[in-house]
């Protein structure tokens, strides 16, 4: 039996750090990653996971549906638009290239997955520079992007609330879920399916999209957004690989 193959796009980040000491500054530069709890969780043997960091995803996600092709499930989680639209050769050169929102959604359409994981740069995001809203990717989704910076941040910590837990993606999972500290506000669509929500908004909702699914996760896989509690709990592994199989159709 061949392996689902994921590829899994964001959580990864540079940081510019200036401190002052006295008369004097300097500076120090950190790249950090935050992919290790879902990768150990998707790291199993009947699946493929691949790992594209942020800053690679200009130059390296998928040109081409047969690319694309390669790939049984997608997740984008905090990676914005424009590192999808602006390969070097558009954004440096001045040519034309693929846009890979048309070409991601033409996948899903002929048969691919697509999974969203929320953050500061996925939907709308932190000011409004995640920039899906009005896109091709918000077509597919089961969700609608606000045209504004969507944070909700719940400082004070909330649990979500499973609207449905017979469905492949829920089943076998407790009701009460470890606390988050924000997520993505964003509208169901009427033909999705919501699967968990928090105060009337959609957490985990789902949608059949011509032959293939998406699947929206509007809170965090890794900190901050998510607790650690979340990170380290022993169903954090089973959602994420049952969500991986409903979305392949496996």
């Not at 919501?194 to 009337?200: C, F, I, K, R, V």
């Not at 509007?218 to 991986?244: L, T």
């Amino acid at each position: 039996m061949s392996k689902t193959k994921i590829l899994f796009a964001g959580e990864s980040w540079h940081s510019n750090i200036t401190e002052g000491k006295g008369f004097n500054f300097f500076s120090i530069g950190i790249y950090e990653e935050a992919v290790e709890w879902i990768r150990k969780a998707l790291d199993i043997d009947e699946f493929d996971f691949v790992y594209l960091p942020s800053h690679r995803v200009p130059v390296e996600f998928p040109h081409s549906e047969e690319e694309l092709n390669k790939f049984d499930v997608i997740i984008l989680s905090d990676v914005g638009a424009d590192s999808l639209l602006l390969s070097p050769d558009t954004f440096q050169k001045s040519l034309r290239m693929p846009n890979r929102l048309k070409l991601l959604k033409k996948y899903v359409e002929k048969g691919g997955s697509l999974c969203m994981i929320g953050g500061y740069m996925t939907f709308q995001g932190i000011d409004g520079k995640g920039r899906y809203h009005n896109t091709e990717i918000e077509e597919i989704l089961p969700v609608n992007i606000s045209a504004y910076d969507d944070r909700q941040e719940v400082p004070e910590g909330f649990n979500l609330e499973l609207a449905e837990k017979s469905h492949p993606i829920t089943e076998n999972l407790p009701a009460k879920w470890p606390y988050f500290l924000g997520y993505n506000r964003l509208k169901l669509k009427e033909d999705a399916k919501l699967l968990a929500e928090y105060d009337g908004d959609p957490i985990i909702a789902v949608r059949e999209v011509g032959k293939g699914r998406t699947m929206a996760f509007a809170s965090d896989c890794a900190p901050h957004w998510a607790s650690p509690e979340f990170c380290e709990w022993e169903y954090y592994s089973v959602f994420w690989q049952q969500a991986v199989r409903w979305l392949s159709n496996n």
